[in-house]
């Protein structure tokens, strides 16, 4: 593959001394039936003390493979990796005595206290007792965990699981950090928390670190960064050298006020010249391949009055325009929604005074909310908010304390059974049987809904065609690409053809084209009438939402449309706000609703 022309070729990498050197790495897997799969291909980069290197790409591209190989844990079929001056596949065990590694499921003992983890960690990285207390006190400082040393690991919220692993990696202070996607699944008061920490140790200790990451800000937040595509490395530089290719290709859409930003969206979505389309704080942000303005204007009708602005590209709309894509049939994805429903305001879930307790512990407090047919509704909250017990009590996966809830016109409370044979469900840690095919996986899931004969082959047909699955109904869960496991547990919740679809983080841990086609699809079934309550800590996925509920601490902080969330942080110095910054006001309490946004209910 072709190297990026404007930034492939530097190999100036400003900063201290290589703590990472990788040369013509090469890393290939046994599989089935005697084949292999090439995870790695003539890969060369390097990663330098005082600095924050990156690495970016789709599912599949290497990035995880790379880390583990730095890390001591593979060892490559060609090439070398040199960390701290030592061979990666020889000096494995005095690489990991010297270096902090956090994988992306960090291993931590969920029966063990905080503070029984971090003994652990210091045990076996042979931390002497005289130099635990000082470094004990610094982590758990920096990590916000000192009220938290006594508290089961396992009872911990997503966020401060995520803070104990890293203090975990840094028991012994390392003199590297390799970080594999540690902000996945954490709320943006948390991946914040965790910049700050990971940022005061570079500057502080001067130590290296390579970082992968499925948030597109996340590498612009980095000193350098190394672009992976199917194995290769397509591209290099500082954040800053990515965006110049963008120039003149980048522009922000204001919808009319009768038209929702989505339906633009899913409208250019996979048309030609058009590289991109997605929702950023009200507006449909696009980045087209030639033409310019002209690419727009072909696709959007004469008679919509949208006003058309030039920003600053960002490494994202770089990134997007960069990565080689398969020809996914994006219009086709995108065309289900081109002809939107009427409205409804039929009620599809109802919840009045909705409390959930664990023994003394109130972790939903009198909830009250409404979600109409055809609306895709937003919960969302720091880690620990209540919103995950919220959602599992809509769906019927947990039991209600107090109060009221109704789905699809039945009470959950007395009638369970009927209510959850009309709605479809998505984990985030997806449903999938890994030693199952896919084709297995789609005749479980269907016979489990109760379809049988003919309509079940009708239905798998329909999950084939529509989710791209064809080419892969004989391959195993477990060896699917990630995005790829999010078409098939969406496939499955859907076979059945549900009224309501509830979605708990469906994206978290795919990389960004999946998430642009996972929403394409989900505003086309919204738009045919399905509902869809979703949980997400992608700040910008809730801008897909027609309203999105904001909790914290088992309350409501705030309710309404996207655009309503977003007023309530403007201010003279954050003019025009985006979500992330409403969530996090709310989250910390800088602001308050008053009067308070939402639905009136009684």
């Excluded at 980069?45 to 005082?50: D, F």
């Excluded at 305001?345 to 009250?368: I, M, N, P, T, Y």
């Excluded at 908010?385 to 699809?408: N, P, Y």
């Excluded at 084939?464 to 790829?484: H, I, N, S, V």
Aim: include cysteine; aromatic fraction near 6%.
């Amino acid at each position: 593959m072709a190297t990026h022309s404007a930034v492939a070729q530097h190999t100036d990498h400003p900063g201290g001394n290589a703590v990472l050197v990788v040369e013509h790495l090469e890393m290939a897997f046994a599989m089935k039936k005697g084949t292999s799969l090439q995870a790695l291909k003539d890969v060369s980069l390097q990663a330098r003390a005082g600095q924050v290197t990156g690495l970016v790409g789709a599912d599949g591209a290497g990035k995880t493979t790379l880390i583990r190989i730095a890390a001591g844990l593979l060892v490559p079929t060609a090439g070398s990796v040199t960390v701290l001056g030592l061979d990666s596949a020889r000096d494995s065990i005095a690489i990991q005595s010297r270096v902090g590694y956090m994988p992306q499921r960090f291993g931590l003992y969920e029966d063990l206290s905080v503070r029984e983890n971090m003994d652990l960690y210091a045990d076996l990285q042979g931390v002497p007792m005289s130099a635990r207390g000082e470094r004990y006190r610094r982590l758990l400082d920096m990590t916000g965990l000192v009220r938290f040393t006594q508290r089961m690991a396992g009872d911990l919220s997503g966020g401060m699981k995520q803070k104990l692993g890293l203090a975990c990696a840094l028991i012994k202070s390392p003199e590297m950090l390799l970080l594999d996607e540690p902000t996945v699944g954490v709320d943006p008061v948390s991946r914040r928390d965790l910049w700050k920490i990971v940022y005061a140790l570079v500057a502080e200790e001067g130590i290296g670190v390579l970082l992968s990451t499925a948030y597109l800000d996340e590498a612009e937040r980095c000193h350098f960064v190394v672009v992976l595509h199917e194995g290769e490395k397509i591209a290099d530089g500082a954040p800053h050298e990515f965006q110049k290719d963008a120039r003149g290709r980048v522009f922000l859409i204001d919808p009319p006020s009768d038209v929702k930003p989505r339906r633009i969206q899913s409208l250019l979505s996979g048309r030609p010249g058009i590289l991109d389309a997605t929702i950023r704080s009200g507006r449909v942000r696009v980045v087209t391949a030639t033409g310019g303005r002209m690419a727009l204007d072909a696709h959007l009708p004469a008679l919509w009055r949208t006003r058309i602005q030039q920003p600053s590209p960002s490494f994202e709309d770089a990134f997007m325009a960069l990565i080689p894509r398969a020809q996914q049939p994006l219009d086709a994805i995108a065309a289900a929604s081109e002809v939107p429903s009427p409205r409804s305001d039929e009620v599809v879930v109802r919840a009045r005074g909705l409390r959930k307790l664990f023994g003394d512990f109130e972790a939903v407090k009198a909830l009250s909310f409404d979600v109409y047919r055809g609306e895709i509704f937003g919960l969302l909250g720091p880690n620990g908010a209540g919103k995950s017990t919220t959602f599992r009590m809509l769906c019927g996966l947990s039991s209600v304390s107090a109060g009221e809830i109704s789905v699809a016109g039945k009470d959950l409370r007395r009638s369970r059974s009927p209510a959850r044979a009309r709605l479809g469900y998505m984990a985030q840690r997806f449903s999938l049987y890994g030693q199952l095919s896919v084709q297995e996986n789609l005749l479980f899931y269907g016979r489990a809904y109760g379809l049988a004969g003919r309509p079940l082959q009708q239905r798998l047909a329909w999950a084939y065609a529509e989710f791209g699955l064809t080419r892969w109904r004989d391959q195993t869960a477990a060896e699917l690409p990630g995005g790829y496991k999010q078409r098939l547990a969406m496939a499955a919740a859907l076979l059945h053809a549900p009224e309501i679809l509830f979605l708990d983080e469906p994206t978290s841990g795919v990389d960004p084209l999946a998430r642009r086609e996972f929403w394409l699809r989900i505003n086309g079934f919204a738009e045919q009438g399905v509902t869809v309550v979703v949980t997400t800590h992608f700040m910008e996925e809730s801008e897909y939402c027609d309203r999105v509920l904001i909790m914290s601490q088992g309350e409501s902080l705030a309710m309404g449309t996207p655009a309503q969330i977003r007023a309530l942080a403007r201010s003279e110095a954050t003019p025009e706000p985006s979500m992330e910054d409403a969530f996090i006001a709310l989250a910390e309490g800088a602001i308050t609703p008053t009067p308070p946004i939402g639905d009136i209910v009684s």
